[in-house]
C-alpha cells in the first residue's frame, strides 16, 4: 500500500488550493482515505474522509463549507479541493488509509482516530499568508 500526496504550496487567505493523494497496491472498496493535518506545535488532526466503498464523506467542523474531498476510482486518486483557505489552515496534510474505518464508514466517530490508520503517505505543505 502506497499513498503520496502532492499540491501543498503557498496561497494568501482567501485562495484555494487541490491537494492530489495518488495511491497504489490497494483496491479502494476495502479503505478508507482521509486526509490529516499537522500544524507546528499542534497534533495531527482529522480533515476530510472519504469511503472507499461508496463514496461517503465526512469532514471537520472547522472546514466544513471550504473543503471537499472526492476521489477518481479509475485513476485511484483522492484529491481535496481548499476553499476559503484561512491562516490558520497553514499545516503539513498527509493523506492516509484505513481498512477499519473503510468497514465503519466515515460517519463512524472514530473516523479520525489516527492509530486506525495503517498507511501513510508523505506531507504536503500547505502555507495559507495573511
Known amino acids: 500500500v502506497q499513498l503520496q500526496a502532492s499540491g501543498g504550496g503557498l496561497v494568501q487567505s482567501g485562495g484555494s488550493l487541490r491537494l492530489s493523494c495518488e495511491t497504489s497496491?490497494?483496491?479502494?472498496?476495502?479503505?478508507?482515505i482521509s486526509w490529516f493535518r499537522q500544524a507546528p506545535g499542534k497534533e495531527r488532526e482529522g480533515v476530510s474522509c472519504?469511503?472507499?466503498?461508496?463514496?461517503?464523506?465526512a469532514s471537520a467542523d472547522s472546514v466544513k463549507g471550504r473543503f471537499a474531498i472526492s476521489r477518481d476510482s479509475a485513476k485511484n486518486m483522492v484529491y481535496l479541493q481548499m476553499n476559503s483557505l484561512k491562516p490558520e489552515d497553514t499545516a503539513v496534510y498527509y493523506c492516509?488509509?484505513?481498512?477499519?474505518?473503510?468497514?465503519?464508514?466515515?460517519?463512524?466517530?472514530?473516523?479520525?482516530?489516527?492509530?486506525?490508520?495503517?498507511?501513510w503517505g508523505q506531507g504536503t505543505l500547505v502555507t495559507v499568508s495573511s
Open positions: 472519504i469511503s472507499g466503498s461508496d463514496g461517503r464523506t
Open positions: 497496491g490497494f483496491s479502494f472498496d476495502y479503505y478508507a
Open positions: 492516509a488509509a484505513s481498512i477499519p474505518v473503510g468497514v465503519a464508514g466515515c460517519s463512524s466517530p472514530n473516523r479520525f482516530l489516527i492509530g486506525l490508520y495503517e498507511d
